[in-house]
């Protein structure tokens, strides 16, 4: 079946600028969770979506950072007025189960990158 | 907090011989879960290998296993009979029983020669 997808694959943007980038998750997966992984660094969570729960968005970097996921299932992760500290490549990664991420595998989506110039 | 440390940024190996990347972590937790992704050029990650920690068996996944060492916190990954598809970004990644987000080391760049 079809994995994790996210559009788009790259997007460059000015500083100042909002952008928005979407997860499609695998079909039927009730978990859902955005990842930012910058140059040389491992992923850093960003928020978690579970159903129609309120998300866990502790790990969002600053207000300028948003997400939603409609119907519990599209996400969309935006960022007002970006800066050059933005550019990274953001990763979406979706689970069966939410009760503990070691129970059931994260699959995760090829990534968005973005430059902010 | 967890903190995850992968002490190799990088490491080479040659086509049919064996490697291991090394993996550290600090928790408090006593019931967790570990795991080793590859991330090749493509930035697709993909789960190779994941052990529970309150098993004592180490896990194997074809040609990779892992060598876990809960007292010491080592969760290190052997790679044998190296292959040039093998070439990627390896993280080691954590996570609580009792949370989902997943706590990742900065990676180790494995490069598989001819």
């Known amino acids: 079946g079809a994995g994790v997808s996210q559009s788009p694959s790259n997007k460059v943007t000015e500083k100042g600028k909002d952008v928005e980038l979407r997860c499609d998750p695998i079909?039927?997966?009730?978990?859902l969770y955005w990842y930012r992984q910058s140059l040389g660094q491992g992923l850093e969570f960003l928020i978690y979506f579970q159903g129609n729960s309120a998300p866990d968005k502790s790990g969002l970097p600053s207000d300028r950072f948003s997400a939603e996921r409609t119907g519990g299932s599209v996400s969309t992760l935006t960022i007002q007025r970006t800066q050059q500290e933005d550019s990274a490549v953001y990763l979406c990664?979706?689970?069966?189960?939410?009760?503990?991420?070691?129970?059931?595998?994260?699959?995760f989506g090829p990534g968005t990158r973005l430059t902010v110039l | 907090a967890q903190t995850v440390t992968q002490s190799q940024p990088e490491m080479s190996v040659q086509e049919a011989e064996t490697v291991t990347l090394s993996c550290t972590y600090d928790?408090?937790?006593?019931?967790?879960?570990l795991f080793w992704y590859k991330q090749p050029p493509s930035r697709q990650m993909i789960l190779v290998i994941r052990?529970?920690?309150?098993?004592?068996q180490n896990a194997t996944e074809n040609r990779f296993s892992v060598n876990f060492q809960k007292a010491a916190k080592s969760f290190s990954l052997k790679i044998s009979d190296s292959q040039l598809g093998d070439t990627a970004m390896y993280f080691c990644?954590?996570?609580?029983?009792?949370?989902?987000?997943?706590?990742f080391g900065k990676g180790t760049s494995l490069l598989v020669t001819p």
């Open positions: 052990q529970e920690a309150y098993k004592q």
């Open positions: 079909s039927g997966h009730t978990a």
């Open positions: 990644a954590f996570a609580p029983n009792s949370g989902y987000a997943l706590n």
């Open positions: 928790t408090s937790e006593n019931n967790y879960y």
């Open positions: 990664a979706s689970s069966p189960r939410t009760s503990g991420a070691g129970v059931h595998e994260q699959f």
